[in-house]
């Protein structure tokens, strides 16, 4: 099978968020049948939700993989739970020591019960398109449009470009 572009978002606000998030996005790497083709810097985000919690560290990893959706999900998930990320059925957006997300699986269109793709809510949070915008600026997503509409279009939320990131 020929491997297809995925883009996945990483994010954490638990524990130390920066070193977990870059060492996330070497363990994506490594997943068999996977090659990190390019990854974002890191961002502080102010969190999004009710809960109050502290500020999220974000990026985003573009990876090829032969891997179908649901494999890529479990390994992704695999890795989650390395890093003790619990999951509350009750509650969404509460403080993780790590959340990954796919984005987009090539041009495909998912919905069922465990994954959907593109992410349901990706146009909506800056966190995920700033860092996208930084490996593919030009890109344009079929049904929602380039990056740029979609950022110039996101809710404002507080967004930083960390200084010891990559340039």
Same mark, same amino acid.
């Given at each position: 099978?020929?491997?297809?572009?995925?883009?996945?978002?990483?994010?954490?606000?638990?524990g130390?968020? +920066?070193?977990i998030v870059e060492?996330?996005?070497?363990?994506? *790497?490594?997943?068999?049948?996977?090659?990190?083709?390019?990854?974002?810097?890191?961002?502080?985000?102010?969190?999004? *939700?009710?809960?109050?919690?502290?500020?999220?560290? %974000?990026?985003?990893?573009?990876?090829?993989?032969?891997?179908?959706?649901m494999?890529?999900?479990?390994?992704?998930?695999?890795?989650?739970?390395a890093?003790?990320r619990?999951?509350?059925?009750?509650?969404?957006?509460?403080?993780?020591?790590l959340?990954?997300?796919?984005?987009?699986? *090539?041009?495909?269109?998912?919905?069922?019960?465990?994954?959907?793709?593109?992410?349901?809510?990706?146009?909506?949070?800056?966190?995920?398109?700033?860092?996208?915008?930084?490996?593919d600026?030009?890109?344009?997503?079929?049904?929602?449009? +380039?990056?740029?509409?979609?950022?110039?279009?996101?809710p404002?939320?507080?967004i930083?470009?960390?200084? %010891? +990131?990559?340039?």
């Amino acid at each position: 099978m020929p491997a297809e572009e995925v883009f996945i978002g990483l994010g954490s606000n638990i524990g130390d968020s +920066s070193t977990i998030v870059e060492q996330a996005m070497v363990a994506l *790497g490594n997943i068999s049948q996977c090659r990190l083709r390019a990854s974002s810097s890191l961002y502080r985000s102010e969190a999004i *939700g009710e809960i109050p919690q502290d500020d999220y560290i %974000n990026a985003v990893a573009l990876l090829d993989t032969s891997l179908e959706p649901m494999d890529l999900l479990l390994e992704m998930q695999a890795i989650e739970h390395a890093y003790y990320r619990r999951r509350d059925r009750e509650e969404r957006w509460t403080p993780r020591t790590l959340d990954l997300d796919i984005i987009l699986f *090539g041009d495909r269109s998912i919905d069922d019960s465990h994954l959907v793709v593109p992410h349901p809510q990706f146009a909506q949070r800056l966190f995920v398109l700033e860092p996208m915008f930084e490996i593919d600026g030009d890109r344009f997503i079929p049904g929602y449009g +380039s990056l740029s509409y979609l950022i110039a279009n996101a809710p404002v939320i507080s967004i930083e470009k960390l200084a %010891n +990131s990559r340039d």
